[in-house]
Every structure is written in C-alpha cells, then in structure tokens.
T-cell receptor, first 117, second 112 residues
Framework: AQKITQTQPGMFVQEKEAVTLDCTYD???????LFWYKQPSSGEMIFLIY??????QNATEGRYSLNFQKARKSANLVISASQLGDSAMYFC??????????????FGAGTQVVVTP | NAGVTQTPKFQVLKTGQSMTLQCAQD?????MSWYRQDPGMGLRLIHY???????DQGEVPNGYNVSRSTTEDFPLRLLSAAPSQTSVYFC???????????FGPGTRLTVT
C-alpha cells in the first residue's frame, strides 16, 4: 500500500510567489521522520528539510518550511519567494522509527515544479 | 570528506550480462541502502543494510544481490541484466541523527 502520497503531479508558480507542495503519509508507528528532497534536472537528490514525529515545532530551513499536521498525517512543503532555480522535482519521503528501518525511506511519486518569470 | 560515492556514473549492458554497481561512504555510517528510480516515479528501495554483514530486502529486490563486508562499501550486483532494470540507481547512507540521509550522485544504467 502506498504510504506516501503526493497528489500534485506538476505545478507552475510565478517567480517571487510562495508555493505549497502537498504530502500525506500513512504509518502506525508513533516514531517516524519526514523528509523533503529536491531533484533538479541534473539528477542528484538534494536534502531540503526534515521533521520528526515528536518535534513540537514545524521545521524551517531558509525559504523552506514544513507544515506538519500530525493528526491529518500531512507534511506539506512551503517554498517562499520562489526563484527560477527552484524548478525541479520535489519528493516527500518517510522513514519509520524502528532501528531496523533506519536505512529505509519510502518515497512519494513527486511533484514537478516549474517557476516562471 | 567525499560523502557517498558511486561508480560508474553511466553504464550500458546487454541483456544477460552481469555487473556490480559500487557504493562507498566515508562517514562511518551503519545504515546503507540502494534505490532505483524509474521515469516519473519516486525512489524504490532495493536492498538495505544495518551494518557490516547484515543485509535485507527492500520493495524491489528481484534480480539484485548485495553484500556488506565492510562499513564503508555496499556494492549492488545485477546477476543477469534485463531491460526492466534500466533505471537510475542511488546509493544512500544514514547516520545516527534522524535527519542524516545522504545520497550518492546516482548511476544511470541502460540494458539493451
């Protein structure tokens, strides 16, 4: 069963505007972590932001923030003040908290973001 | 500090050939993983390891073997390549801190 769902296959956003990328997840483990990665056309996976299930505050990293709604099992990425260099594929991923799952990420299908001038 | 390295960057194989994708990390991480990424999809876990000598299967293990004889290295073997294994392969390592997940640059494999 799909554990990470990204419902937006693609989005267009104008430069300098904010954009929200949706991610919902499914787990029964009370301990888990949520990741967002950016994959530009060059192909590398770039870590953006992390949110632990026990973290009280929403994670922020520069222009990236994670809107974590635990009860709704939602972990949306917000990119503020979009730049042309933000054009890329964005993946949401989850790791469940058991030690034997520490090296196992489950990924969503991704959202392609195109930033227009 | 090189992080996670993968070789080769590109590879073309004929159906039935075998090969090994190399992955190494210099961060002394216990956890290492192999993923494949097919067009328009997220990454899917092939195999992973929680330490030297310990490996387990992920979501799509068929056609691949792994071993972990050292902490640093985690090679992925394709036993008899098939066109369905055409993909981009990523190796990753994980540290003790929960946010530590580092990916290698990827290997683009084409099987004809």
């Amino acid at each position: 069963a799909q554990k990470i769902t990204q419902t937006q296959p693609g989005m267009f956003v104008q430069e300098k505007e904010a954009v929200t990328l949706d991610c919902t997840y499914d787990t029964s483990d009370p301990s888990y972590g949520l990741f967002w990665y950016k994959q530009p056309s060059s192909g590398e996976m770039i870590f953006l932001i992390y949110q632990g299930s026990y973290d009280q505050q929403n994670a922020t990293e520069g222009r990236y923030s994670l809107n974590f709604q635990k009860a709704r099992k939602s972990a949306n990425l917000v990119i503020s003040a979009s730049q042309l260099g933000d054009s890329a594929m964005y993946f949401c991923a989850m790791r469940e908290g058991r030690t034997d799952s520490w090296g196992k990420l489950q990924f969503g299908a991704g959202t392609q973001v195109v930033v227009t001038p | 500090n090189a992080g996670v390295t993968q070789t080769p960057k590109f590879q073309v194989l004929k159906t039935g050939q075998s090969m090994t994708l190399q992955c190494a990390q210099d961060m002394n991480h216990e956890y290492m993983s192999w993923y494949r990424q097919d067009p328009g999809m997220g990454l899917r876990l092939i195999h992973y390891s929680v330490g030297a000598g310990i490996t387990d299967q992920g979501e799509v293990p068929n056609g691949y073997n792994v071993s972990r004889s050292t902490t640093e290295d985690f090679p992925l073997r394709l036993l008899s390549a098939a066109p369905s294994q055409t993909s981009v392969y990523f190796c990753a390592s994980s540290g003790d801190r929960p946010y530590e997940q580092y990916f290698g640059p990827g290997t683009r494999l084409t099987v004809t």
